[in-house]
């Protein structure tokens, strides 16, 4: 009899060592903050403006994309955190001056970890934030700020510190020459992603 | 006499379209040919960039120089009210026939001349088929609220300079003038896929 005592004690007992520490694995593996530096292929979002600047003969939509963001999880899959991008196109040919755009964009995040496993996270980032940008065909343009709105989307995979993202964000300017016309300094983009998180 | 800004121009769609089944051989240099003459990026002269950057446009009475989709660019206005841009000198480094358009949005109607040296008829050869006759008299053309390229001059030859004028043709009439662009004259339509759904030089 006291054998059998003593063996159901063992038996609770391993039951207790053995869903601390599953417990202690499930907390920390949950996503606690990230950051991100995406590059990739970016284009520009349809404007009268655009629709103008096509007309005069730049007519290729596509820009460099640089991006930077990270964010804190205060809360189990939603946190908060800020974002910035960088981007350019350059579009000339033999008889026009050569057309440049820089974008730079610059706000805060939400993101939302629709899926949170350790080997593949996806995020869903809100994004609120107000660019500055110029246009210019002989190097001297002024620069033009306005709020931007955007959402992102990512598959990342912290084990490979690698990521694909895709998003956009729309950015309605007005036209810093007096016959231009209204301008979305937004971008749709694809990037590749380097990824950390803890 | 008022023009629309219709115009038969090239589509290089079309013509794609037009010979699916004959990209063998000689078919392939005239596929070539005529993507070459109906390509996406026709030759354009950014007219009012190169010469009017150097001040050779002159402006009267209610036309004035302003900047263009930039602000470092460089446009016009003209009206509301009676005023003139002239553009002088104009040197057009097309070779063969080309047409002359005008990049402009506004309300109203403008009139718009173009004065070259092919302006004046070729003379007809014995044996040779009459050439076909410039377009350079003067038009009136409706403007849009939109910018369109609109046509101005048809079929001249160049190399070569050309002055090309545009006035507003009454008290109300406004137009903005961002461009004015040549490029050449569609080839006839016996083949080279040319069709009339086009609204100017590049859309």
Same mark, same amino acid.
């Given at each position: ?198 | ?21 004959? +990209?063998?051989? /000689? ?5 070539? %040919?005529? #993507? ?5 990026? *026709? @030759? ?65 109607? +403008?009139?718009? /001349? ?5 302006? %004046?008829? #070729? ?5 040779? *088929? @009459? ?73």
């Amino acid at each position: 009899m006291p054998g059998f005592a003593t063996l159901t004690v063992v038996a609770d007992s391993s039951a207790v060592v053995d869903s601390a520490p599953r417990r202690n694995v499930e907390k920390s593996a949950r996503l606690k903050w990230f950051g991100r530096a995406s590059i990739g292929q970016g284009w520009v979002l349809r404007s009268d403006q655009e629709n103008a600047l096509r007309l005069q003969g730049y007519d290729s939509p596509f820009t460099s994309y640089f991006g930077l963001d990270g964010a804190y999880f205060p809360w189990p899959r939603l946190g908060l955190g800020v974002w910035g991008v960088f981007s350019e196109r350059d579009d000339s040919t033999d008889l026009l001056p050569e057309f440049e755009e820089t974008v730079l964009v610059g706000g805060v995040q939400v993101p939302v970890a629709i899926i949170d496993d350790p080997h593949v996270r996806i995020l869903l980032d809100a994004r609120l934030g107000v660019v500055t940008g110029r246009q210019q065909l002989h190097g001297a343009g002024e620069f033009v700020e306005a709020p931007a709105v955007g959402l992102d989307f990512g598959v990342v995979f912290p084990k490979a510190y690698f990521g694909l993202g895709a998003g956009m964000f729309s950015a309605p300017v007005s036209p810093t020459g007096e016959l231009g016309a209204d301008g979305n300094f937004g971008r749709g983009y694809f990037v590749l992603v380097a990824y950390i998180d803890g | 006499m008022v023009i629309s800004a219709e115009v038969t121009l090239c589509s290089w769609r079309t013509s794609m379209a037009d010979r699916p089944r004959r +990209v063998h051989g /000689s078919g392939v240099l005239v596929v070539l %040919a005529a #993507l070459l003459a109906c390509g996406t990026s *026709p @030759e354009r002269g950014p007219l009012v960039e190169t010469s009017c950057s150097n001040d050779n446009c002159q402006t009267t009475g209610s036309a004035r120089r302003t900047t263009g989709l930039t602000a470092d660019s460089v446009g016009f206005t003209i009206g509301p009210g009676l005023g003139t841009l002239t553009l002088s000198n104009v040197e057009v480094r097309e070779r063969g026939e080309y047409d002359v358009f005008a990049l402009i949005r506004g309300s109203g109607f +403008v009139r718009v /001349s173009v004065d070259a040296q092919s302006c %004046a008829p #070729l003379p007809v050869l014995p044996g040779w *088929p @009459e050439p076909p006759a410039p377009s350079c008299s003067t038009v009136d053309v409706g403007v849009s609220e939109k910018y369109r390229w609109v046509p101005v001059a048809a079929r001249l030859r160049g190399p070569e300079s050309i002055d090309v004028s545009i006035q507003t043709v009454d008290e109300t009439s406004e137009v903005q003038v961002l461009n004015v662009g040549f490029q050449p004259s569609p080839v006839d339509d016996s083949g080279a896929g040319c069709s009339s759904d086009s609204s100017g030089p590049s859309d």
